[in-house]
């Protein structure tokens, strides 16, 4: 099999995490963690990357993207620049949750992905590893703490995102459970484990750069569902 | 020296360089995260009042958002961000522009008809009130956040 170059850029929390990966061959990464917009950092970062890998924009094969749910201007620079890139280089794009990436990244084998949704709600999803790869038990879900709490199985489930610590830690230790706290370091998504989740869908052929789109969950929109007594699920995605 | 100065929750200015000034002194009062919602008539001296919080924020003169008509921001320190909502027609609107990274970021929030916000205003904010007493006299009553987050 053919070598494939591919770059990942993960951009959904404050850090800014971007990855150039051959064969499932890091080539080169960086983590950054930007103090104004990403969107000032993101290409002369992209820059640094492709210098310090030796390879040239024109070099890539595929291009891949965390589609969130997170930070809205973070995702928005993210998805354009990975469809701008798709679409000049006639190359196939992947775009993949980025709460997936967070709990391929975790080492655990049941995870919770929570990050801030502010107004006390969260966004959270609880994926599984299974022998075909990564299933979601929730689907990315904009929801209160206390529904998420009664939504969780019995059994270990380890806990990350970027609101992993905020969410255990006001967790009641008797509701804490099976409920299990990785280190900081661990629980945001890194664009090393997208390249490699990311590789499979490239090489079959990915998505046009059109059907790239973030996974927002919208507050507003979680309002006119709840007021119709339905739940709110993510829309968007990649449309593989 | 620098410490806040005490908060008047209730004034009366006579010209808009008095309800400059009360903005000035209401800026003491904020810091990043702090979102403030304003309500009265037209000419009752809403601007002025943003005028001044940019003042004592020390920020620098309004620049119109590149992505955002209804936003002007003033760049300094701590940042001024003025939302006018008047164009807006829904709230889901206001949220596909990313209001959260401005109402829970790095700088102050003031907004003009926050009630066309709905429920995206935060439920920690302040509010001023202006009431047109005579033709440059006005009531203004500020309420500092009730609840948190």
Not at chain 2, 16 to 27: K, N, S
Not at chain 2, 36 to 57: E, H, P, Q
Request: proline share 7%; aromatic share 6%.
């Amino acid at each position: 099999m053919k070598a494939m170059l591919i770059l990942a850029l993960e951009t959904s929390t404050p850090r800014l995490s971007l990855a150039l990966a051959q064969d499932l061959r890091i080539l080169a990464h960086s983590e950054s963690w930007p103090e104004r917009r990403p969107a000032e950092i993101l290409l002369p970062e992209l820059q640094k990357l492709f210098h310090r890998a030796r390879v040239r924009p024109r070099d890539l094969e595929g291009v891949a993207v965390g589609l969130g749910p997170g930070s809205f201007t973070g995702l928005r620079v993210g998805v354009s620049t990975a469809q701008g890139l798709a679409q000049s280089l006639r190359i196939p794009a992947a775009g993949l949750s980025s709460f997936q990436v967070a709990a391929a990244g975790s080492g655990a084998d049941t995870v919770l992905v929570v990050a801030d949704a502010h107004r006390d709600l969260l966004y959270a999803a609880l994926y599984q590893r299974s022998s075909a790869g990564w299933e979601a038990r929730l689907p990315e879900s904009l929801l209160a703490p206390e529904d998420l709490r009664d939504r969780l199985p019995a059994g270990e489930v380890a806990v990350t995102g970027p609101a992993a610590e905020a969410f255990f830690s006001a967790l009641p230790a008797s509701a804490r459970g099976g409920l299990k706290r990785l280190p900081a370091t661990r629980c945001l998504p890194g664009a090393e484990v997208l390249a490699r989740l990311a590789e499979p869908r490239l090489r079959a052929g990915g998505v046009r750069p059109e059907d790239l789109q973030p996974l927002y969950l919208r507050r507003t929109q979680a309002e006119e569902v709840r007021a119709r007594g339905g739940e709110v699920k993510s829309s968007g995605g990649d449309r593989a | 020296m620098t410490g806040k100065p005490t908060l008047l929750r209730e004034m009366i200015t006579h010209g808009a360089e008095e309800t400059e000034q009360a903005g000035e002194r209401l800026a003491r009062n904020l810091g990043p995260g702090d979102v403030v919602a304003l309500s009265g008539d037209l000419g009752a001296g809403k601007t002025c009042l943003v005028r001044g919080l940019a003042r004592g924020l020390g920020c620098r003169p309004a620049v119109a958002s590149p992505t955002f008509t209804l936003l002007h921001e003033y760049p300094g320190r701590i940042p001024l961000y003025h939302f006018d909502l008047y164009r807006l027609k829904t709230p889901a609107e206001l949220e596909d522009l990313g209001c959260d990274e401005y109402f829970y970021g790095d700088g102050v929030c003031v907004l003009e008809w926050a009630e066309k916000s709905g429920s995206l205003l935060p439920a920690r904010h302040w509010e001023v009130r202006f009431e047109i007493l005579g033709d440059s006299t006005r009531r203004l009553r500020i309420e500092p956040p009730r609840q948190k987050g």
